[in-house]
């Protein structure tokens, strides 16, 4: 007879739900360092918002689907602990420290990374995060890295102009006066966009189709 999903039928404590109450505490460790992170930042209000107004409210709104968690793990039995995903959880993290150390300048020591900005940060992200699962294809998270790159420039750059770096220092530095830094950035997300779309099309171009032939039963 095989064992439930959740366990014994005993209840181990007041846990009852293992997977539920670790997967919480771990969003409310997230929410908690990135309001600590972001507490320096101007918050601005709803009509003229700050670049800490949105983080402060997404970290908190993490933090709260994080207590839920907590609380359906104590009341209502679930799924117990997995193996742990050591693939998944570096290359997040990787993911996460490439996007940091690259949207702008970094100095550690005597060494500063170059400030790439969002257009190349977003996308190095995407990439590398994407390889988490063995199921990754390089085709679809190129896709995904252009039209995900392209919306958060749009919607972080353009309509709430957040002073997010969109572009590399470098380029900022040669086109200063002589093109709008908003005109750039619609100019580059409608160019990221096109190229997700073209990406698209060719996929679908070079899909080849199987044809199964029936099989006929002889008896």
């Not at 997040?92 to 005597?110: E, H, Q, S």
């Not at 102009?161 to 950035?185: D, K």
């Not at 044809?211 to 002889?218: C, G, L």
Request: with cysteine; glycine share 16%.
């Amino acid at each position: 007879m095989s064992e439930p999903i959740g366990g014994s039928g005993r209840s181990n404590g007041p846990i009852r739900g293992p997977q539920s109450v670790v997967g919480g505490l771990g969003l409310v460790a997230l929410g908690v360092f990135a309001i600590w992170a972001g507490g320096d930042l101007p918050q601005g209000t709803l009509g003229a918002m700050g670049p800490g107004l949105m983080p402060r409210w997404l970290a908190i709104g993490v933090a709260a689907c994080g207590v839920a968690l907590v609380v359906a793990g104590l009341v209502k039995r679930g799924d117990p602990l997995p193996p742990v995903a050591w693939r998944g959880m570096l290359v997040v993290v990787t993911a996460i420290l490439a996007f940091a150390l690259t949207i702008r300048p970094f100095a550690l020591g005597p060494v500063t990374t170059p400030g790439l900005g969002l257009i190349v940060a977003g996308p190095l992200a995407i990439l590398i995060g994407g390889y988490a699962t063995p199921e990754a294809r390089l085709r679809e998270l190129v896709i995904l890295a252009l039209f995900l790159t392209a919306g958060c420039m749009l919607l972080f750059g353009d309509l709430l102009n957040l002073p997010i770096p969109i572009f590399p220092t470098f380029v900022i530095e040669a086109i200063s006066g002589s093109i709008s830094t908003r005109v750039l950035l619609r100019i580059a997300a409608g160019l990221l966009t096109l190229g997700g779309l073209l990406g698209l099309a060719l996929g679908r171009g070079s899909g080849r189709r199987v044809d199964v032939a029936p099989h006929s039963m002889t008896t």
